[in-house]
């Protein structure tokens, strides 16, 4: 198991905890409509990202050449 699907999975995780406490604890903080439509769209943007880089790391694993690699810890550190 590569480190970029060990981040993919802890970024999935906290997209998928970030998510449940907007639509349970924090519901009362994000009533405007604005700011909720940012909540879910930051939240959407983290799932894509832990998406990307599971399948990132798929290819590291497949073709370890050093240009998906090097796309993997882009995806890491942005």
């Not at 349970?24 to 009533?31: I, S, V």
Request: contains cysteine.
């Amino acid at each position: 198991m590569t480190i970029f699907l060990i981040l993919a999975a802890t970024l999935g995780a906290s997209a998928l905890l970030i998510g449940s406490l907007g639509a349970h604890l924090w519901q009362d903080l994000l009533t405007d409509p604005d700011t909720l439509g940012r909540f879910h769209r930051a939240e959407n943007y983290l799932f894509y990202h832990a998406l990307g880089l599971a399948l990132v790391a798929q290819l590291v694993e497949r073709f370890p050449a050093q240009k998906f690699q090097s796309v993997g810890w882009c995806l890491a550190w942005v």
